[in-house]
């Protein structure tokens, strides 16, 4: 039983953790504790009293839910407005109702006619609790939402916590950031459309834990549209967390009889960040990722794009794929470029239809060639967007988001298409599933490269309401798709990792975490990355891109990028018979460690920002493990230092090769003693397979 319901206290109960709420005599829903577990019977909802006539009760309490209105100047999690123009929320407990692992906690206002139900789902073996809310308008006029977070969340203990969180950029997406919120706010936002390159939609919450040590709390929401993480400590020291859609310009009108479901947040505790991880990994294959592909090993994949940007034909992607099936690439992909008048980034987004000059005998005989070289064949698209130079754009101007009397700003110069309305969604829907039907594409990268501007959205009554439309539209059309097409694997691009959150990995197979493929800069952002996301679902490329000034080894780029999803992107029509030699090596090692990098239990053992990331992949009955050594350049004073490793079983011996010398080691020494190593020079790395002799 993962619920243990008693007088008005809801336990909710996982592998390690109890998160206790309840409902007290006044009807606030409260929250009780999140942590260690404790004997049931001990938990009492306590007492809320006012301060004094500054302090009320109410803005001191810890609540599951906190709504605007009365003495509550806190943060809040939902706020409407009634159709008189009453601000004022006043929610009173309606009823519960419970599974053995679902519990469905509903409260009504007062007078108006709206109900709010908290929904928890506790996954109990994969340590893990999801949860979000149910907004309904019961009454016979409008309701306007302007804020409806998915959850809030108190924090134990009363000591500053500290947040971890992403600054980052295109090209330098999840760059990761701590920062201690001692009193006031800390916000994590997006205002761009999508999840976007620079903040993140989660947090992650502790008091000076490491990598495998110190209690951490997190949460992530599965949404890729504007979204709000915010932080605060009030005046007792109590830090809470509000996770949600962002209400920045937000309005989402119920109709009479609407209900609104928010996007699901789904949070846990971790010993240590590696902890944390491991856990979201193991729970986001399991049920997060769609299915079909979730439990399979992803393709070694060909992108053309960095080889060809724009200049692409049937004649040249065939020599491309050519080369790519002697490596053993797996999936080859075509990437812009390939559609429409579409000969650089100022035409032809819209226009959907193959370019018949670059593919004289259609699509089909490029595909036929990838398949008879025993490859898959998939295609970039970007059906969000328009070119205002594209037959689209010139049949339905109206189509793309505008006001009127105001400038269309173009980022690429491309425009935003209005996805809320359903003429475009079923242009968009047609569009990609004509390509799927028509040709043996087994693949899609679906791209979105600008943030939104000028939303207006003649269509909706309540413009507002666009930010979360637009996104509900794209999942429902790729869901559409996926229906039709269920061999097809869907990879979430925006402009890089633009949307690379897990409300895409709800809809999509994988991401494409950032257009930066430098093999350095990747180290970084593949850690990052890998705080929520699991590396099964990180698409990383191999380039030809290496870092100005002191470029790293091909076998270097390989390391790295066998630490996800491995790809290949460099213009293979360069290569010597050395490098092709050298893909062919690593990419067949690839092969055999793929389970392990993929399915495997992450340890992050050497932070990528120390110039030196080390990351071990241990299967789990721990009788295998890939471990993954890079560092671009180590100076002469580096002295011998052991090389320590995680996650093994103690009892059990090891053998494995490390520069050039073979180890049989039991697990305790490797992770308790190390292996010493001299790191000195350019381009270090290594690849480690530890398997188990006995
Ligand atoms: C941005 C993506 O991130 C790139 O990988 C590539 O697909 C380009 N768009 C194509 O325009």
């Known amino acids: 039983m993962a619920i243990i319901a008693q007088d008005h206290i809801y336990i909710l109960e996982t592998a390690r953790t109890h998160y206790v709420l309840g409902v007290d005599e006044n009807g606030f829903s409260r929250h009780l504790h ?18 004094n006539s500054n302090h009320s009760a109410c803005d001191a309490m810890q609540q599951e839910y906190t709504v605007f209105g009365g003495t509550m100047y806190r943060p809040s999690a939902l706020k409407v407005t009634f159709a008189d123009g009453c601000r004022e929320l006043e929610l009173d407990f309606f009823g519960a109702s419970y599974t053995d692992d679902t519990l469905v906690l509903t409260f009504r206002d007062r007078f108006y006619p709206l109900e709010a139900a908290l929904h928890y789902t506790v996954y109990e073996a994969d340590d893990v609790i999801g949860r979000f809310v149910t907004l309904k308008n019961t009454g016979s006029q409008p309701v306007a939402v302007q804020a409806a977070a998915s959850a809030e969340f108190t924090l134990p203990a ?30 994590f936002e997006s205002r761009k459309g ?17 990598e495998e040590s110190g209690e951490v709390f997190g949460a992530v929401l599965a949404y890729s549209g504007n979204f709000k993480v915010q932080a605060s400590r009030d005046l007792y020291g109590v830090t809470r967390v509000l996770l949600g859609m962002n209400d920045f310009d937000f309005r989402y009108d119920l109709a009479p009889g609407e209900s609104l479901d928010t996007p699901p947040v789904f949070f846990a505790r971790g010993e240590g960040f590696g902890g944390l991880s491991r856990t979201m990994h193991a729970f986001a294959v399991s049920h997060i990722l769609p299915g079909h592909f979730a439990g399979r090993p992803l393709p070694v994949l060909y992108n053309s794009w960095e080889a060809t940007g724009f200049d692409v034909s049937a ?27 579409r000969h650089n980034d100022h035409a032809g987004l819209g226009d959907w239809t193959v370019n018949a000059q670059k593919f004289p005998n259609g699509l089909d005989e490029l595909i036929g060639r990838v398949n008879a070289l025993g490859m898959d064949f998939g295609i970039w698209v970007e059906p969000e967007m328009v070119n205002p130079d594209s037959d689209l754009f010139r049949a339905h101007p109206d189509w793309a988001y505008h006001y009127p009397h105001r400038r269309a700003d173009e980022l690429r110069n491309q425009l935003v298409l209005n996805m809320t309305r359903s003429d475009v969604q079923e242009y968009v829907f047609a569009c990609v599933d004509r390509l799927l039907s028509a040709h043996n594409i087994c693949y899609i990268k ?15 009554a309540c413009p507002q309401s666009l930010w979360y439309r637009h996104t509900r539209a794209v999942y429902a059309i790729v869901d559409r798709l996926r229906k039709r097409h269920p061999h097809v694997q869907f990879e979430s691009c925006a402009s890089g990792g633009g949307r690379s959150d897990w409300g895409a990995l709800m809809h ?9 493929t430098d093999a350095v800069d990747r180290m970084q952002i ?47 029509l360069n290569y010597d018979e050395a490098m092709l030699q050298t893909c062919r090596k690593y990419i067949s090692l690839y092969k055999e460690l ?22 071990q992949y241990v299967r789990a009955d721990k009788k295998e493990s890939a471990a993954f050594l890079t560092a671009p350049y180590c100076g002469f004073y580096r002295k011998q230092e052991p090389l320590m490793f995680a996650g093994l079983d103690e009892e059990t011996v090891y053998t494995f090769e490390l520069f050039g010398k073979t180890y049989e080691k039991s697990g305790a020494y490797l992770m308790h003693a190390g292996i010493p190593v001299r790191l000195r020079g350019d381009s270090i790395f290594a690849v480690i397979h530890l398997r188990a002799a006995n």
């Open 526 to 572: 593949q850690q990052g990355y890998s705080l929520f996301g699991p590396a099964k679902t990180m698409r990383a490329w191999v380039t030809d891109i290496s870092p100005v000034g002191r470029p790293v080894s091909l076998d270097f780029r390989f390391a790295v990028a066998m630490q996800g999803a491995l790809s290949l992107g460099g213009n293979l």
């Open 194 to 210: 999508t999840s976007g390159h620079t903040a993140s939609p989660y947090f992650i919450a502790h008091r000076g834990a490491g």
């Open 158 to 187: 009363r000591e500053p916590y500290r947040f971890c969180n992403t600054n980052g950029a295109w090209g330098g997406e999840n760059r990761r950031t701590d920062t201690q919120l001692d009193g006031g706010e800390l916000v």
């Open 594 to 615: 793929r389970p392990l990098v993929q399915f495997g239990d992450l340890y992050r053992l050497r932070d990528a920002r120390s110039g030196i990331a080390f990351n």
């Open 446 to 460: 679906w791209d979105m490269n600008r943030p939104f501007s000028q939303t207006g959205a003649e269509n909706l």
């Open 315 to 341: 004649q040249g992607q065939m020599r491309l794929a050519e080369i790519a099936a002697g490596l053993g690439v797996e999936l080859f992909v075509m990437d812009d470029g390939w559609f429409g008048e």
């Open 508 to 516: 999509f197979d994988e991401v494409w975490p950032s257009d930066n």
């Open 34 to 51: 999140w942590g260690k577990k404790c004997a049931p019977g001990d938990y009492e909802i306590p007492p809320a009293e006012d301060e």
